[in-house]
């Protein structure tokens, strides 16, 4: 590369990451397929439309390879239709408001503090300024259960058009029956955000919410997926579901879906992140991607009895899926950023969080926020999820000792360097 900044700042990168852990339970790494495919000559191309339907000539290619992409969606999520264009997990789920809602309409959606996503109507987001969201949360901390009493109630005197099943920081599985009976009830679309488990969805190992008459379903495709930084969405014009009870209309949505993302919020489509999103799709398909999905699960579970066992109090007291939220104020008396900044300081990447009901500031959080699907793809086991938990806990411990820090550092060090990059 000619241009020895940015060369630089690659390579110092990759360095980065090769000596260090990344516990960010919405990291990946991607295979060298996916970063083929990202660098390829389709980066080159507009494709403004869907496959068949260009405004440009010269789509051949571009329109098999979307095909392509939208077939392998579809058979991995047992979906009736995909939109693989929107180019991230936010623009994704705008689009699916725009689709259904006129300003002003109501979704229900996880209280933000107990794992709701920025998209699901924080305020000062573009969705808040323009629909009305209504919350609901958990009912019990110390299991993780959620209030579905509360959430019938609010829908009830609500109606809200959409219910929103979905998060960024909750440890524990959804109940979609529920989300079902009461969106039945109401008469709601069932959406289901699902970017942060949707390659345990597709391995497998958790509950795909369309077996469970949802209508749509959005994710990114990174993060468990161990594709490209983009998104999908996927809907069903039919669901066999007998709570479904929505507008008959429902069968127009995936078109919906379609038009708002193209043209209503984008133009012409990146099409080697599409094309790199079809590969990661092929690789989620093979038997070993169920293996890595159950492998991810284990070792969270390992993780999350191995912090308890140190002393770390954990919101909901374990994991159903590939994350941990640690009350770090309640277990060391300092805050989230705090210990994010001393655990990278060895080499353990991961972030500060909100806990339910949080009395500290966003930016200075009670809790931390971290998984296990990055050090899976690595090669973790949950042997080895012991001695990261020693690691966190030491540190924490040590957080003002730049001695002890140094240490830790070099183990860290040593030992990711056992586990190459893929």
Same mark, same amino acid.
């Given at each position: 590369m000619?241009?020895?900044?940015v060369a ?12 260090g852990l990344?516990l ?6 991607v295979?060298?397929?996916?970063l ?8 080159n191309?507009?494709s ?12 051949v290619?571009?329109?098999a390879l979307?095909?392509l992409a939208i077939n392998?969606a ?5 979906s ?5 264009q929107s ?10 408001y ?16 107990h ?8 305020p000062?987001?573009?969705s808040?300024k323009?629909?009305n969201?209504?919350r609901?949360g958990?009912?019990?901390i110390?299991?993780?259960e959620i209030?579905?009493?509360?959430m019938l109630?609010v829908?009830?005197q609500?109606?809200?058009k959409?219910?929103?099943?979905g998060?960024?920081s909750?440890?524990?599985?959804l109940?979609? !029956?529920?989300?079902? #009976?009461?969106?039945?009830?109401v008469?709601a679309v *069932?959406m289901?955000d699902? $970017?942060?488990?949707?390659? &345990?969805?597709?391995?497998?190992v958790?509950k795909?919410p369309f077996?469970?008459?949802?209508h749509?379903?959005?994710?990114t495709?990174h993060?468990t997926?161990r594709g490209p930084?983009?998104a999908?969405?996927?809907s069903?014009?039919t ?10 209309t ?18 012409g ?6 094309a790199?999103?079809?590969v990661?799709?092929?690789? !989620?398909?093979?038997? #070993?991607?169920k ?5 991810? *699960?284990?070792?969270a579970? $390992?993780?999350?009895s191995? &912090?308890m066992?140190?002393g770390?109090?954990?919101?909901t007291?374990g ?9 770090i ?10 210990a994010?900044?001393t655990?990278?300081?060895?080499g353990?990447?991961?972030?500060k969080?909100?806990?339910p009901?949080?009395?500290l500031p966003?930016y ?7 998984g ?10 949950v042997e080895?999820?012991p001695q990261?938990?020693?690691?966190i806990?030491?540190?924490l411990?040590?957080?003002n000792?730049e001695?002890k820090l140094d240490?830790?550092a ?7 360097s056992?586990?190459p990059l893929?």
């Open positions: 000619q241009d020895k900044t630089k700042l690659i390579s110092a990168e990759e360095k980065r990451q090769r000596e990344e960010i339970p919405s990291e990946n790494y295979s060298q397929e996916v083929q495919a990202m660098g390829s000559v389709f980066t191309k507009y403004e439309g869907y496959p068949g339907k260009r405004y440009y000539g010269g789509q290619n571009t329109d979307e095909q392998r579809k058979a991995l999520f047992h009736d239709h995909a939109n693989v180019n991230s997990g936010a623009p994704a789920n705008e689009a699916v725009h689709s259904w809602l006129e300003p002003g309409d109501t979704i229900m959606g996880m209280e933000l503090s794992g709701g996503h920025l998209t699901h109507g924080r000062g987001t573009i808040a323009l629909f969201f209504v609901y958990i009912k019990d110390e299991t993780g209030d579905y009493d509360q109630e829908a009830r609500t109606k809200p959409i219910i929103l099943a998060f960024s909750y440890p524990r599985e109940n979609y !029956a529920k989300f079902a #009976e009461i969106g039945a009830e008469g *069932l289901a699902m $970017a942060h488990i949707a390659g &345990l969805i597709a391995g497998g958790l795909n077996d469970f008459g949802f749509v379903m959005t994710t495709t993060k997926l930084r983009g999908m969405i996927l069903q014009g669901v066999s579901n007998p709570l479904k009870a929505v507008d008959k429902i069968a127009n949505l995936p078109t919906l879906i379609d038009r708002t993302v193209f043209p209503g919020l984008q133009g489509p990146h099409m080697h992140i599409i790199a999103k079809a990661a799709l092929y690789e !989620a398909a093979q038997p #070993e991607f293996i890595y999905c159950q492998q991810v *699960l284990a070792n579970q $390992a993780l999350s191995e &912090l066992s140190n770390i109090k954990l919101i007291n994991t159903d899926n590939h994350m941990m939220l640690a009350d104020y309640s277990s060391f008396g300092f805050d989230g950023s705090v994010e900044q655990l990278d300081r060895i353990l990447t991961l972030n969080n909100v806990i009901d949080d009395p966003p200075r959080p009670s809790g931390i926020r971290l296990t699907p990055a050090i899976t793809t690595r090669g973790l086991k080895h999820m990261i938990a020693r690691w806990k030491e540190a411990d040590s957080h000792d001695t240490k830790l070099h183990e860290v060090k040593n030992f990711a056992a586990f893929p």
